[in-house]
């Protein structure tokens, strides 16, 4: 074969190489075939917080071929507005994309316990709420969704005179039990706390609600300050609902060999 011949010959050899090269697409990591898509999450639960939703739910263990679920990226949060006296609110899907979480960075979630919290604020009294929690994967493909509805109702009144005192490094926080309408049935308490210039936490600083009107904080940073609020559980027929926050009351609490003379 004669030189410039062979020349072209391996030009379009390298042509045909690098032209096989372009048609692969862009670069990452390969999706396997045929990814297992995650399974719902578990134990969804919704509670009426004043005028706000308050979701929880824990995070799916299994794909939904009962495999180890390994690749969970994230969820999207769906929510329906619906007339409560509507016969099939299903029927026709008005959801909406409330929120994506995105497990490498939890913006507006609190996770505590293994469980995921978000609160969903400013609805509207006498309006039901669907929500739909779907789970997704590192490939962007959704799982199962958790599906759960309730009806935003009245309103009940927040605890009153709350008050804070500090002593042997102990912070007790105490109040005064709302007077519920007849027909309600006081179940506890939860107490919220934050920072000032910070929103309140939305799980509460108790991990069962309170039968008494008392709490005690031993988990503060010495000589911070902090603003604490309180939220009665009160029950109409077999529904749970939390009142409005009380008044903040605000408070530096000191560990007691801190504690300034």
Known sequence: MKPHRLQTCLLLAVLVVMALGAGCGR???????????????????????????????????????????????????????????????????????????????????QQSDGRFFMADTGLQQGRGYQYRVIPYNLWGQDGTPAEARQVVTFLPPAPQQVAAETADGVLTLTWQAPALPAGLELVGYNVYRRRPGRPFAI???????????????????????????????????????????????????????????
């Open 203 to 261: 799980a509460p600083l108790n991990p069962h609600p309170l039968a008494e009107p008392r709490f005690e904080d031993r988990l503060f940073k010495s000589g911070s300050t902090y603003l604490y609020a309180v939220r009665a559980i009160v029950k109409q027929d077999s529904q749970e609902i939390e009142s409005l926050l009380s008044k903040a009351e605000v408070a530096t609490p000191w560990a007691g060999a801190e504690a300034p003379f």
């Open 27 to 109: 670069k990452g990591p390969v999706r396997p075939q045929r990814q297992p898509l995650p399974a719902a999450p578990e134990h969804l639960e919704l509670r009426q917080q004043g005028d706000g939703m308050l979701l929880s739910w824990s995070m799916p263990r299994l794909n939904q071929d009962g495999t180890e679920l390994t690749d969970l990226a994230g969820f999207k949060i769906m929510r329906m507005e619906f007339e409560p006296n509507q016969e099939c609110p299903d029927c026709r899907d008005t959801s909406i994309l409330l929120r994506q979480i995105e497990l490498a960075y939890l913006r507006d979630v």
